[in-house]
């Protein structure tokens, strides 16, 4: 009935549905920076607040937070599995921004708000255009990121 392509096609479309997803995430980033910034302080001082707690301790309000987070995991773990993908070295150029460069500066700025809203708003302006970039090469562009990059370096 259906053949390994078609699978192999549905699989790709789930995968890039769920960078779209991302990428949409990360334009709100970019468009509210402050209110995401506000949000962020006020959760992390909620954190603050029940760290320690076993689950049953926690406040209504953390637990309903956690819940309607959880699928941040799924952004956390798609460019890891794009490693697998043909495009495996603008993913592995992904994971590096964001894991090696953005993620120590963040942390520097978790207690300055202006920092942290530049620096957040820096890097969820490179990571939307490195996955709208993904995305528009897995559909239509077709190039060897691997080889781009070479060539780029050298």
Sequence with gaps: MYSLKNYSIMLKFIFYAIGVCY??????W???PIERATESFNLAKLFQDNKG?????YSQEYKDWIKS??????????PF???FTFQWAGFLLFILINHIIFTPINRLGKNNKPLFIFTHFIHSFIAAILIG?????????K???YKELVLLVS
Excluded at 133 to 141: A, G, K, R, V
């Design 30 to 32: 970019i468009t509210h």
């Design 23 to 28: 990428l949409i995430y990360e334009i709100l």
């Design 53 to 57: 707690k076993k689950w049953d301790t």
């Design 143 to 145: 190039l060897d990121v």
């Design 69 to 78: 987070k959880f699928y941040l995991v799924i952004y956390v773990v798609w």
């Design 133 to 141: 970039f993904l995305i528009l090469n897995s559909y239509h562009l």
């Design 81 to 83: 599995f794009g490693l």
